[in-house]
T-cell receptor
Framework: AQSVTQPDIHITVSEGASLELRCNYS??????LFWYVQSPGQGLQLLLK??????LVQGIKGFEAEFKRSQSSFNLRKPSVHWSDAAEYFC?????????????FGTGTQLKVEL | NAGVTQTPKFRILKIGQSMTLQCTQD?????MYWYRQDPGMGLKLIYY???????DKGEVPNGYNVSRSTTEDFPLRLELAAPSQTSVYFC??????????FGPGTRLLVL
């Protein structure tokens, strides 16, 4: 069965600093990878996704992620963090492409932004 | 455009009581999902549906039931509430493309 590991439970960065959130997955086939963000009291919003092709994918709100097959990783990055980026971030792996995609989520990384 | 709506937002149940969590989407999506989120954990799939009349179990289905009589609605039923079902419940829907759209969640406390 597939699994997702987000090794950092909490991360604190200063506003304007760069950010990298780690995600490692375990899956026997080609993974379909996602990053979601959850603001307090809200549902999840998709930041970006990777299925195939260019291993560097761009998402909303200035986020990007890089798929590295050799490291089984899909780390999320942002060059300059804004205070509004404070939220919880979830990495997820999907079994297949398409709307019937059942997702396995990591445990999340809580991001705090210091002003 | 409402997207995915969930009711209620918050509910307290006594052990052994039953309730239905409502989920409605207005995007004409075929695929719908129920997840639960426990503190410090990621979301776990309870049940999902690939279309009206078709449902299947996810990772943690015990203690829950679902039905899908229409494309729009996907209610989640708890028959005998237990403290272990204290959680935040999220409904999501997806069309043929890959993105799952999530509702705002229902916070359930079982005492």
């Amino acid at each position: 069965a597939q699994s997702v590991t987000q090794p950092d439970i909490h991360i604190t960065v200063s506003e304007g600093a760069s950010l990298e959130l780690r995600c490692n997955y375990s899956y026997g086939a080609t993974p379909y990878l996602f990053w979601y963000v959850q603001s307090p009291g809200q549902g999840l919003q998709l930041l970006l996704k990777y299925f195939s092709g260019d291993t560097l994918v761009q998402g909303i709100k200035g986020f990007e992620a890089e798929f590295k097959r050799s490291q089984s990783s899909f780390n999320l990055r942002k060059p300059s963090v804004h205070w509004s980026d404070a939220a919880e971030y979830f990495c997820a792996v999907g079994l297949r492409r398409g709307g019937g995609n059942k997702l396995t989520f990591g445990t999340g990384t809580q991001l705090k932004v210091e002003l | 455009n409402a997207g995915v709506t969930q009711t209620p937002k918050f509910r307290i149940l006594k052990i052994g009581q039953s309730m239905t969590l409502q989920c409605t989407q207005d995007m004409n999506h075929n695929y719908m999902y129920w997840y639960r989120q426990d503190p410090g954990m990621g979301l776990k799939l309870i049940y999902y549906s690939v279309g009206a009349g078709i449902t299947d179990k996810g990772e943690v289905p015990n203690g829950y039931n679902v039905s899908r009589s229409t494309t729009e609605d996907f209610p989640l039923r708890l028959e005998l509430a237990a403290p272990s079902q204290t959680s935040v419940y999220f409904c999501a829907s997806a069309g043929d493309e890959e993105t799952q759209y999530f509702g705002p969640g229902t916070r359930l406390l079982v005492l």
